[in-house]
């Protein structure tokens, strides 16, 4: 056997080692093929977001609400999904050909302090008065860590979301409307205390909702939690 052969037999004896230890672990296939190099390549959205002529960069708004039926554990979950969606899509964009700029939510803040009647603007017309190019809106409808038939011995995060697109250039119809609704792996209590949990469900809902619109590393599927 060759250099080079002993050399390629090496590695993969090598990953192969890898692979096994981290299966043992109990990483999921999809983080396996994240480690083993398929983070070079990107996924397309499966919701796009255009730059416009001329610009590099892509600027987005991000918009939330929440049904005010939402148990006070959740308490300001849409806020806190919207500011991670933010920073996930320009983590992923920034060393693309199309980075995304996302507009602060303290920014938005002060818009809303100083228009009164900002709930009666429409949402493609807030985006353009901020410098948007794209808003996207999402109503948390329901958000949820225990279900009835666990009795609270296990998590299982729920949700329900809508989410509406808007192409400020475009303000009378909506550019996309989806629904979001997922469903999480169950834990013990015991093992993966509840307020980890929710910080769970929060950042893996904001990963998720963030592919919907901009080319992203990884799978189909996220990593379990463990």
Known sequence: MGRVQRSKAWHRWVIGLGVLAFASMGCSPSTLWFMAGGSE??????????????????????????????????A??????????????????KDGKHPVKVIE??????????????????????GKQLGADYVIEFNLEAISMFQAEFAREFCQGRAAMTVTVFDVDSPEAPKYTYPYNPQLPEKDVLSFPPAHYRQFMI????????????????GNEIANVR
């Not at 300001?76 to 964009?93: P, V, Y």
């Open 41 to 74: 390549r990107k996924q397309n959205a499966e919701y796009p977001l255009p730059p416009k002529d001329g610009k590099k960069d892509i600027t987005v708004l991000i918009l939330s609400t929440a049904s005010p039926t939402l148990g006070v554990e959740f």
């Open 76 to 93: 300001g979950a849409d806020r806190e999904i919207a500011a991670l969606i933010g920073k996930k899509m320009m983590d992923q964009s």
């Open 105 to 126: 939510q303290s920014k938005l803040q002060r818009f809303k302090n100083s228009h009164n009647n900002w709930q009666t603007l429409g949402t493609a017309s807030i």
């Open 203 to 218: 950042d893996r809902f904001a990963t998720e909702l963030s592919w919907k619109n901009i080319p992203h590393v990884g």
